[in-house]
T-cell receptor, first 113, second 112 residues
Framework: DTAVSQTPKYLVTQMGNDKSIKCEQN?????MYWYKQDSKKFLKIMFS???????INETVPNRFSPKSPDKAHLNLHINSLELGDSAVYFC????????????FGPGTRLTVT | GNSVTQMEGPVTLSEEAFLTINCTYT??????LFWYVQYPGEGLQLLLK?????DKGSNKGFEATYRKETTSFHLEKGSVQVSDSAVYFC???????????FGKGTTLSVSS
């Protein structure tokens, strides 16, 4: 009965590689997000989608490309990985209709070597 | 712009001690306010929320009151347990479906 799930939980890869992180929510929410948590635990929004439409696109290198095949899924693809991309990436979702809280997945720890 | 400021950690307490983690915000209008908790190796869990001035959010013995006059949302618990050891984040949101703006997080360590 997992609400927001992400795969993989850990991802170790070398510089220059391309990787994807998948996110799925079974809450029936309309909006999904990607956040990045750096080594100091600071959380910052990267992207959000509402019903498969891109809503928020923060200042993120264009090596990062989100894709939402349907409103229950939001994937993050990263090209040409760099050392500075090492972080924990969290997916989240929220419903519409005036509720503001977001529900987070368990995170994907990406380590670029 | 909108921002959230939390007290610097780490906060180290003995079991059954009283906890306060300060949080102040800068925002126009009336944002919704949240406390999230991150246990080691896990994602963020919503701990409590308040959507308007003077609202008190509460959950698992934790409380926070939305104070518009002081733009604050301090987290309190009367008696902490070892299992409360985690990182606590204060956050705000102006509108449904928009990004949460987080404070830098406060690490709480409780010893028995």
């Amino acid at each position: 009965d997992t609400a927001v799930s992400q795969t993989p939980k850990y991802l170790v890869t070398q510089m220059g590689n391309d990787k994807s992180i998948k996110c799925e929510q079974n809450l029936g929410h309309d909006t999904m997000y990607w956040y990045k948590q750096d080594s100091k635990k600071f959380l910052k929004i990267m992207f959000s989608y509402n019903n498969k439409e891109l809503i928020i696109n923060e200042t993120v290198p264009n090596r990062f490309s989100p894709k939402s095949p349907d409103k229950a899924h939001l994937n993050l693809h990263i090209n040409s990985l760099e050392l500075g991309d090492s972080a924990v990436y969290f997916c989240a979702s929220s419903s519409g209709g005036g509720t503001y809280e977001q529900y987070f997945g368990p995170g994907t720890r990406l380590t670029v070597t | 712009g909108n921002s959230v400021t939390q007290m610097e950690g780490p906060v180290t307490l003995s079991e059954e001690a009283f906890l306060t983690i300060n949080c102040t915000y800068t925002a126009t209008g009336y944002p919704s306010l949240f406390w999230y908790v991150q246990y080691p190796g896990e994602g963020l869990q919503l701990l409590l929320k308040a959507t308007k001035a003077d609202d008190k959010g509460s959950n698992k013995g934790f409380e926070a009151t939305y104070r518009k006059e002081t733009t604050s949302f301090h987290l309190e618990k009367g008696s902490v347990q070892v299992s409360d050891s985690a990182v606590y984040f204060c956050a705000l949101s102006h509108q449904a479906g928009t990004a949460l703006i987080f404070g830098k997080g406060t690490t709480l360590s409780v010893s028995s």
